[in-house]
């Protein structure tokens, strides 16, 4: 462990969106390297738990504070959640609860209420790891990344901002704002899966996240966001193509796996084995389709 | 780098000098001298180092001091006295809820917190306020146990606060 380098960290605290910007933008033009601290659910483990590092260590600015990062809004049409908010606030926001249920749900399944009261959905985006479940509840809800900088604000859609295991296409001078979701009407299906080893403190094997809307039988709207299996988080766009504009009740189930198939790239690691994650991807598939199929 | 932080622990006001990105936890066990909230883990997993960052239950070793300023931490000392302790933390100790002690002050803050926004839990109310508290020893069972019991004593005494009757003070002073 190397709780020692903590210490060493140089330290700011961000008073403003835009004195953020300018610092991370001054900082990037000469090189430096810039760590926005929020929960710290990530980085303060991950520096405890690492080598001691030589070199010139990044500064560490706090924006765990940033009122320009915390606020939950709905303007009536659209859902604008803070990359600051915490999973305990997103949880307990009466619009959070209203238009986005599965985001209020799934922050439960989020390691355990210590974790939740810290977390946020920019941390976990920024960190890019395919195993986030609220990353994977978001994509859901097809929503779009704000970004703002030095040249203003950029929009991008969810879709394009993963580009790799921990990458993204953020700029190194961009700050995700917000995360700005058009949910479907309030009453429309929703399901959320998560398969870990506990119920609680534990990441997921597999989890999956879907938002829909229906017209009688058949699927007008379905977003899908599958945690843990694949570089980054998996969209399933094969599965969904299959599935829109048809009735979950005309399902094919060997053209449904064979979809998931397609859409995953699952690898054994530490939690599960590439094998079970792809045999649980396509019962969770399943499960969605049938609860669906049930309404 | 050294920063002056101050901020509130336990209802009194402190201040340490420290490089910011010391863990809370570390400032607390150090400089602040509160040995209560203990390090498991180290890494967010086993809530032995929870407290009460602005009343919500937190790591303490995820949280940088710089990150404290102006904001009201409240450890386990701060829920009782050992003269004089809180109906919770006497329950804990009556219905065998603390065994070997690591997980008891993180276990005490998570139900702290439950108890401060919910009087009447049901035991699964209770499994998962402490969800993100892990012990190896009481199988979980007599925890639950005291922390109902607990509810129910502070719902027979009608306290107004969940740490009824225990002054709140660091153990420092």
């Known amino acids: 462990m190397s709780v020692v380098d903590l210490p060493r960290y140089p330290f700011a605290r961000a008073g403003s969106l835009g004195e953020l910007c300018s610092l991370v933008h001054e900082r990037c033009a000469s090189g430096e390297r810039t760590v926005l601290l929020a929960g710290g659910t990530d980085f303060m483990a991950e520096v405890s738990q690492s080598p001691r590092r030589d070199g010139p260590l990044p500064l560490v600015v706090d924006i765990s504070r940033l009122p320009e990062l915390g606020a939950i809004e709905w303007d009536g049409r659209t859902l604008r959640l803070g990359a600051g908010a915490t999973y305990r606030e997103l949880a307990e926001h009466h619009a959070v609860r209203e238009h986005a249920p599965l985001i209020a749900r799934m922050t439960s399944d989020i390691g355990g209420p210590t974790i939740q009261a810290r977390g946020t959905l920019g941390g976990n985006l920024a960190t890019a790891s395919p195993a986030a479940d609220g990353v994977a509840a978001l994509a859901a809800y097809e929503p779009t990344v704000v970004l703002a900088s030095v040249r203003g604000e950029r929009k991008v859609r969810m879709a394009d901002f993963h580009t790799g295991y921990k990458r993204t296409s953020r700029a190194d001078d961009e700050i995700i704002t917000a995360i700005e979701v058009a949910p479907p009407p309030p009453g429309s299906p929703w399901h959320w899966r998560k398969v870990g080893t506990r119920q609680a403190q534990a990441i997921a094997k597999v989890a999956l996240g879907a938002v829909a809307a229906l017209d009688g039988t058949r699927i007008t709207r379905l977003g899908l966001g599958m945690a843990s299996v694949g570089p980054t988080t998996a969209l399933l766009p094969k599965t969904r193509a299959l599935l829109v504009d048809g009735s979950p009740r005309d399902v094919d189930l060997a053209q449904l796996d064979a979809a998931v198939a397609a859409d995953i790239s699952p690898i054994d690691d530490i939690r599960s084995t590439g094998a079970y994650r792809l045999h649980v991807a396509k019962a969770l598939v399943r499960e969605l389709v049938r609860s669906l199929a049930n309404l | ?173």
Not at chain 2, 13 to 30: I, N, Y
């Open chain 2, 1 to 173: 780098m050294i920063a002056k932080v101050t901020l509130t622990v336990n209802g009194a006001a402190r201040t340490v000098e420290a490089p910011p990105l010391t863990r809370l936890l570390d400032a607390l066990r150090g400089p602040l001298g509160l040995t209560g909230a203990k390090e498991g883990c180290g890494e967010g997993e086993c809530g032995s180092c929870a407290v009460l960052l602005d009343g919500v239950p937190v790591n303490a070793c995820l949280v940088a001091l710089g990150q404290c300023e102006g904001r009201e931490v409240v450890t386990v000392e701060g829920l009782g006295e050992p003269r004089h302790l809180a109906p919770l933390q006497a329950c804990m100790a009556e219905h065998g809820g603390a065994q070997c002690g690591i997980c008891t002050p993180g276990m005490l803050i998570a139900a702290e917190s439950l108890l401060r926004s919910n009087a009447q839990p049901s035991a699964v109310e209770v499994r998962r306020a402490i969800a993100g508290n892990l012990c190896r020893c009481t199988g979980y069972d007599r925890i639950v146990a005291s922390v109902l019991a607990a509810a129910e004593a502070l719902r027979a005494t009608r306290g107004a606060s969940v740490s009824a009757g225990a002054p709140v003070r660091g153990a420092a002073e």
